[in-house]
Each structure stands twice: as C-alpha cells, then as structure tokens.
C-alpha cells in the first residue's frame, strides 16, 4: 500500500451533445453578467454562435488566440477585457484558446478575478488542468495557479464533428499521453489510476469508429469523455519524461503540440516500460492487449501497440516528418537531462540520445 494525498479540482463538469445550449445558464450561475468570448481566429464562427447564445451577457468576441499564448496576445486580451468591463471569459477552441483565458485570469486583480468557461473542441484536457503557459521572447513558461482553473467546463461532443480526422488521432494521443504517464507518476493515487486506465480505454477505442466515420457522435463522445478523464489526471499529478521531451521539442523546434505528443509517446514508455510494470499492465489492459503472459512481453508489447494505434490511423511517427531539424537531436538530448523531474527510470543522456534518435527517424520504440 502507498501513502498519497489527493486533491480534486473543484470545476463543474457539464457533458452532453448539445450543452453548448447551457452556456448562458452556466454564465449566470458563476454570478457573472458580461463574458468575453475567447477563440482562435480559425474557430471565429463558433465564438459568434456563443455569443449569440449569450446575448446581453456577451461582452464581445475576442478570436485571436493563438499557439503558445504569445504574451501579446495575453496582454491585449486582458485589456480588451477591461475596456469591455467583462466579468468572466467564455474560451470555445482548443489548448491554446483555453491557454489564452487561463493567461487572463492568470493576471487578473486579486479583489475582481475572472472565472473562466471553458468549452473544449479537441482533447488536449487543458481545460481541466490549473497548468499555464505564456511564451514570450520564445520562451515558453508554464507554471500551475489554482486561479486558471476553469470553473466550468461544457464538453458538447457536436462541436468536435468538424475536428479534422488527423488532429482526432494525434490529439486523442495526446490525450493518452496524460494517463499513461499518471499511471507512474510519484504522486499518483488509486482514483487517479482509475481515470487513467479508463480514459486510454475509451480515447483508444473511439479512434477506429471516427476513422470510420468523423461525424459518429457517439464515438465523439467517447473520445471527449476520455479527453476529460486524461485531462484530470493531467491536472492531478506529476508529468514525466514524455512530456518534458515534447514540451522541450515544442518549444526549441516550434514543433506541433498533439503531433509530437504522438511520435514521441511509444518511444518514451518503451524507455520507462521495465521500471513501471504496474503501469505498463493497466495500459495493456486499456488498450485490449491479450496472451501477454510475462512482465516482458506487456513491456515490449505497449510501446508498439501505442505506435501502431497511431500508425493505423495516418498519424505521423516521426520527428523529422515534423520538420524537427537531424542537428537538433543532441541539443534536446543536453536539455532533457538539464532540469530534474519525476520519471520512474533516472534519465541517462546516451539512452535519452538514442530514443530521440529512434523518434526522428520513426523506428521501432525500444528500451536502451
Ligand atoms: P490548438 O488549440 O492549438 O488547436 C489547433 C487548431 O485546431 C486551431 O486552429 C483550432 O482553432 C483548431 N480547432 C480546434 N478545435 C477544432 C474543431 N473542433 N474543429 C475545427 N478546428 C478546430 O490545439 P490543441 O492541441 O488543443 O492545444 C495545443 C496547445 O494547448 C499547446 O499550446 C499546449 O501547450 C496547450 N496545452 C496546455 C495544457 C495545459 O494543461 N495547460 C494541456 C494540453 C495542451
């Protein structure tokens, strides 16, 4: 038995095809009377939907967010928000719209701060998370705030049909990426591990009925539901290896978040596999993996199972097919072991090396 302290996010989860329609409820519970509407300028249309929804509660529409919360973007949203008098943001879009909400409520004085409604059209999980992230100079800095914590959360699985079937794969993998590294993470807890396993269960299993067929709305709600399930583990416990490798990668190569979450996953649970068995198991059994009888064979099996669910799918497996320049393999390597962070297998720079290697080429994942 391990000792664990645990402490649920307090947000409000409000899940169905067509709880868009809520909005405006769900604005007048928080006590808030002007929302401004956050959203990427692609997804500009949905934000006027929104704010059509809320009518005199709409403040206006503000679709300029953008990849990475530029900090100046951050700081014309908050001003627009000010000009505007608003007293809530309503972001509709993916990780770097919600990002965008969180980077306002982030600076928001302390005696009038600013709730966020988050309505989430990918399965990046941000929504759920109190992680921030603002780049300025391009440098990305993250940090965790309980006051970027969306109070609300409206997961309408209608407003993910238009989500391109290639963003569906690799954002779902994304998804994955939460729960298989919560599964070892050092802080992780038995409520956790449940929300881990079910969410790759059900992220997994909805990606061959949206191959299918992208406007299966059943299969759309599962993958959300399994996007929030990931997104709280996320939110819950400590990342490892695997996200510090993407978050270096994303940031120094300006590589495409969901996409190197998905070329990078197998490579990084390969490296992990034999120091977190417990966690390789409850994978296999997520993912249907059947007659593994030894630890060894679950160790070698999920990191293929993982690629091959990506590969299946179209989705890329390599960094280089990213744009990732060969020169920069070393350099992610040095900054990979630069910082400390929580892994269950101590960071080795020759291994680390050889993984990125396997990961920029798109070979097979292996442990050493
Ligand atoms: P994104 O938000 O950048 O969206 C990618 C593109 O897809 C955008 O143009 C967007 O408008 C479009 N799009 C989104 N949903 C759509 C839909 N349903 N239909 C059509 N187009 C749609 O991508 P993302 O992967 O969701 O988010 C990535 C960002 O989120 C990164 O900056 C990442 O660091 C951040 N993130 C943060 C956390 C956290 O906890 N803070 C967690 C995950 C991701």
Known sequence: MNAFTYTAAPARIVFGAGAL??????VERLGARRALVLATPEQADAAGRVAALLGERAAGVFAKAAMHVPVETAREARETARRLGADCAVAIGGGSTTGLGKAIALEAPPDSPLPIIAIPTTYAGSEVTSIWGLTEGGVK?????ARVLPRTVIYDPELTLTLP???TVTSALNAIAHAAEGL???DGNPVVALMAEEGIRTSAAALPALARDPRDIEARGDALAGA????TV???????LHHKLCHTLGGTFNLPHAQTHTVVLPHALAYNAAAAPEAMARIARALGLTGLDAAADVQHAVPRAVQALAARHGAPTSLRALGMPAAGIDRAADLAVTTPYPNPRPLERAALRALLQRAYDGAAPAAD
């Open 234 to 240: 996320l939110g819950s416990v400590a990342m490892g």
């Open 228 to 231: 929030w399930l990931c997104g």
């Open 21 to 26: 329609r809520e909005v405006g409820a769900e």
């Open 165 to 167: 079937l290639p963003m």
């Open 141 to 145: 800095k993250t940090g965790r705030d």
């Open 184 to 186: 070892y993470a050092p």
